[in-house]
């Protein structure tokens, strides 16, 4: 069974359709990266998945059953969302007992979740004087009061330092492991493609590429890197035949949009030696450029 | 929901806000029975030696306590969307009635213990003293009305805190335009056009806390009574369906 289901799930805000039709599904035991550019309707997305927003049409599922029907949803989902806050006042201590109470949860967890965060020894201290990456840190202990095997995380990155970072997807990774399902958000995408089993990329409210990241990003933009000691007659070849190459170093060629055959055969017709050629990935920055913006369409 | 009440509750004691508002409420208690004492009498104003007199001084703290619960009651639900705290507060409990509801018990808590503290405070002060000028006041006819009427009004004007909190959503705008129309429209109006005034949340609070039956310009206090709690019932039930429905991004 699907642990999140979307389905048709749209939103309009007066004439602006933030998400349109978005369809899809996550199962157990996967990191799944959601991307898109800004004003993709991420974060719409996910506040539509936990009950805060209402959809247009369409429904968003956890478990089965819409978010607000969920018995105790805090023991399932765990979530960090932007524009999230704190009162400045509150301790952070005190803020994690606030939700523990309402939760009905014991006491015990606020210490515990505190000391997974790392967060023990600043409890004590008002909110107010906490750095970004410490008020993301008390979001996430937040998300993991009721130690839920969902999260649902939006740009919980934010702020972190690279020690945080590294922790965090550790996290991520155990939860997946430990046969969890977690969706984040998240714009750096060197950081995204480090943690994540599948990517999830919408743009302009709709689905543009759902799938694992080798798959999405060889399917964005197949390349192949070829070595030659004549790149540019290569080059000439190639585009002789319609097929856009580009010169990358003295005795390199990617040629993108084609195969090994074809350059095989454009190389043999001209007597033009080929040392070596393999499958160029993408990365997921290219992978994701060449899907949003096919699909933007003339908008840019 | 228990749960709720009681995150409610450590939300209010957690904030050092929360504690300045206690502090000067009590404090506005005792100016306002002092300068009543002091001032009882003059001018043509109600000699203390009278019932209304004597409870004039027992009432005199009873609206800085409904006033303070009434902001407590506004920032309980628009804080949450200044801080933003009003995203985790929905996803750990995504019925949002329950959130509402909880608000509703966890104010009116405040405004009886804010009540019983204020009437102690009165008290403490307002008995010696009348005794000492010669206008003792009497328990069961003075004292226990005007405590009993102050206590409700005070829990009263905390779940219309809420409701006008949960009404609407931006707090400065809330909490100035309800003190403009309490403090200055409405005081207007219960003392230069009584015949409307006593009908207003105001005029109705000041006939339930002050108990001066005889008095032309204010509603008995059944009737004040009567109408407060019409006024709360109103905004409570439209703040709690516009807080149901709104999405919260």
Known sequence: MAVIEVEGLTKRFGEVEAVAGLSFQLGEGTVTGFLGPNGAGKTTTLRMILGLVVPTSGRATVLGRPYRELSRPVTRVGAVLEASGFHPGRRAVDHLRVHATAAGLPAARVGEVLEVVGLSGSARRRVKGFSLGMRQRLSLAVALLGDPRILVLDEPANGLDPEGIHWLRRLLRRRADEGGTVLVSSHVLTEVAQTVDDVLIISRGRLVAHGPLAEVTGRALPAVRVRTPEPQALRQALAARGVTAEVRGPDVVVAVETDSETITLTAAGRGIVIYEMADERASLEEAFLALTATNAGGAR | ?249
């Open chain 2, 1 to 249: 929901m228990n749960g709720l009440v009681r995150a409610e509750l450590l939300k209010f004691r957690t904030t050092r806000s929360s504690r300045w508002m206690v502090a000067s409420t009590l404090l506005a208690v005792l100016v306002g029975v002092a300068s009543t004492m002091a001032t009882a009498g003059d001018d043509g104003s109600v000699p203390l030696e009278t019932t209304e007199g004597v409870r004039n001084v027992l009432s005199a703290g009873a609206s800085a306590g409904a006033l303070v619960i009434f902001i407590l009651g506004i920032v309980s639900m628009t804080g949450e969307h200044r801080f933003q705290t009003i995203t985790q507060t929905f996803l750990v409990a995504p019925v949002r009635s329950g959130v509402v509801v909880a608000k509703l018990i966890a104010t009116v808590l405040l405004g009886l213990a804010l009540g019983v503290a204020s009437a102690a405070a009165t008290m403490a002060v307002a008995l010696p003293w009348l005794a000492h000028e010669g206008a003792p006041a009497r328990f069961v006819q003075d004292v226990v009305p005007v405590a009993g009427g102050t206590l409700a009004a005070t829990a009263l004007y905390g779940v219309l805190g809420v409701a006008v909190g949960a009404l609407f959503r931006n707090q400065t705008a809330a909490v100035a335009v309800s003190l403009v129309w309490m403090l200055i429209a409405e005081s207007l109006l219960v003392g230069f056009a009584p015949s409307i005034g006593r009908w207003l949340p105001t005029g109705a609070a000041e006939a339930l806390s002050s108990y001066t039956p005889g008095s032309g310009d204010l509603l008995p206090m059944w009737a004040g009574a009567l109408v407060l709690c019409a006024y709360v019932a109103g905004f409570a039930t439209a703040g709690a369906r516009v807080a149901l429905r709104r999405d919260v991004a």
